[in-house]
């Protein structure tokens, strides 16, 4: 009687502590360590973010004022806005060939400055002396006024953007390939599948967030146009050829009417951030068929 009579005791007192009966499980505290490297981790990308804010940031915050003002240089202001290929190069790298020598020649004019590599086509599409033209010359009779003809000013112009970001655009699909499994072929080749069967089937619906992610890098690249430009051509011949960068620099540093200049860029801003996220969501970027 004793114990029972002790057990009545203790009982209330356990369901007063929890009415439900059961005691309620605290939540772990995230270890002091983990605490520490978010702090270190924090400290390490400091010098980035600086660095972003300074050269990224304020230039940003800048424009996005002098866009809505009418502002020149000399006057206050006053307030008043190449995939398939690189496609096909990176199958080749990937069935063809694991050399590491191809794949740096194919990188390479990458990273050739856009200066240099305007110049170097200048030269070779030279209308006299250009060795182009020579070999042109020599099977055709003629020869082609590359960048002082209206009609051939910006298939030149995209010829060589495409020949030197084609090269980057290989590597990172050359990339995806890698990620995918070699089982899924082995089970394609077991089904009768052919290479060509496989390539349209497999592999490009496997590639589509890299084939996406090129698509935007490239209709960026387009929008950005302009050391090529500037070496070249400068915009003409009457105008052929002058892109909107070209426009925005000669209106700030020609005209000194950087307000115009800073709006034009703010709504080219706006242009490309609303055809990215368009070309993201239409292709539904952030899937994945590997999962």
Do not use: C
Not at 5 to 16: D, G
Not at 173 to 200: H, K, N, W
Not at 238 to 249: C, D, F, G, K, R
Not at 275 to 284: K, P, V
């Amino acid at each position: 009687m004793a114990v029972t009579s002790q057990n009545s005791r203790v009982l209330p007192r356990a369901a007063a502590a929890s009415p439900a009966g059961k005691v309620k499980p605290r939540k772990p505290k995230p270890p002091a360590a983990r605490r520490g490297d978010a702090k270190i981790a924090w400290l390490l990308i400091t010098p980035a973010l600086i660095g972003f804010g300074a050269f990224y940031g304020l230039p940003l915050a800048r424009g996005i004022y002098l866009s809505f003002t009418e502002f020149h240089v000399l006057t206050p202001p006053q307030v008043v806005i190449g995939t398939l290929l690189s496609l096909g190069i990176a199958a080749i790298l990937h069935r063809m060939t694991r050399s590491a020598l191809a794949r740096g020649v194919i990188l390479l004019p990458y990273l050739i400055s856009n200066v240099i590599a305007a110049l170097v086509w200048q030269w070779m599409l030279d209308p006299q002396l250009g060795i182009v033209n020579v070999l042109l010359k020599n099977v055709t009779g003629d020869t082609v006024q590359f960048f002082g003809s209206s009609a051939w000013a910006i298939p030149t112009l995209a010829a060589i953007t495409i020949w030197k970001w084609m090269g980057y655009f290989a590597v990172l699909i050359f990339a995806g390939v890698q990620t995918i499994p070699p089982t899924i072929y082995e089970a394609g080749r077991v089904d009768g599948a052919s290479e060509v069967q496989m390539f349209l089937r497999l592999t490009l619906p496997l590639l589509r967030p890299i084939l996406v992610m090129v698509v935007v890098l490239s209709v960026i690249n387009s929008f950005q146009v302009f050391d090529i430009v500037q070496v070249t051509t400068q915009g003409g011949p009457a105008n052929a050829s002058n892109v909107l960068q070209m426009y925005i620099y000669r209106k700030a540093f020609a005209e000194f009417d950087f307000g115009y200049a800073a709006t034009m860029s703010l709504a080219l801003l706006v242009l490309l951030a609303g055809i990215t996220f368009t070309q993201m969501r239409l292709a539904r970027a952030n899937e994945s068929d590997l999962s």
